[in-house]
């Protein structure tokens, strides 16, 4: 039972296409995070979910686009990517409300050449 | 002020050292408090919960000062494998988590 996934691990792109990186967690957590983290900014929130259907942008939200049919799925698509998303991206649940602890994936290493 | 601040260190410590961080946060309406480790560039990982009374689990300790406003960390009898970035996390109440940058902690034998 991995909890939360995060597909794929590593991922290499050129500017101007599109890549959506996968979040899937078992828990059945209401609560779904997207963060980016770049050496000298720590972790920065990009878009979380409170349930399905229900997302709110973070701290730097531009660029990308999420959605949540499903409890389970977070998918994180960047539209049109560019070298500044170059970066390490974490997906996060955590349990029925926004003050309990998060459980972070594996990560995507992603690269945009 | 930044909402979250920590010294980034790195904290040199012998192996069998006893070692503290603090956390500093801004707003006084802050209720919930964590103490996350993340080892280089891997995924944060919850090391324990901070509550007012203090608490402790094996070698480490955390405490909360409210008047203050800030958490400590304290780890007795480091080990090698304690190495990692350390991430003071806060919740207001009214927001998500905020996530400190971390202090770099080195355990050298």
């Known amino acids: 039972d991995a909890g939360i996934t995060q597909s794929p691990r590593y991922k290499i792109t050129e500017t101007g296409r599109q890549v959506t990186l996968m979040c899937h967690q078992t828990?059945?957590?209401?609560?779904m995070f997207w963060y980016r983290q770049d050496l000298g900014h720590g972790l920065r929130l990009i878009y979380y979910?409170?349930?399905?259907?229900?997302?709110d942008k973070g701290e730097v939200p531009d660029g990308y686009v999420v959605s949540r049919s499903k409890t389970e799925n977070f998918p994180l698509t960047l539209e049109s990517a560019t070298r500044s998303q170059t970066s390490v991206y974490f997906c996060?649940?955590?349990?029925?409300?926004?003050?309990?602890?998060?459980?972070f994936g594996d990560g995507t290493r992603l690269s945009i050449l | 002020r930044k909402e979250v601040e920590q010294d980034p260190g790195p904290f040199n410590v012998p192996e069998g050292a006893t070692v503290a961080f603090n956390c500093t946060y801004s707003?006084?309406?802050?209720?919930?408090f964590f103490w996350y480790r993340q080892d280089c560039r891997k995924e944060p990982k919850l090391l324990m919960s901070?509550?007012?009374s203090g608490n402790e689990d094996g070698r480490f300790t955390a405490q909360l000062n409210r008047a203050s406003q800030y958490i400590s960390l304290l780890i007795r009898d480091s080990k090698l494998s304690d190495s990692a970035t350390y991430l003071c996390?806060?919740?207001?109440?009214?927001?998500?988590?905020?996530f400190g940058k971390g202090t770099m902690l080195l355990v050298s034998p």
């Open positions: 996390v806060v919740n207001t109440g009214y927001s998500t988590l905020t």
């Open positions: 996060a649940s955590g349990g029925q409300d926004r003050s309990q602890p998060q459980h």
């Open positions: 707003n006084s309406a802050s209720q919930s």
């Open positions: 979910s409170a349930a399905a259907d229900i997302t």
């Open positions: 901070v509550y007012s």
């Open positions: 828990w059945s957590h209401s609560y």
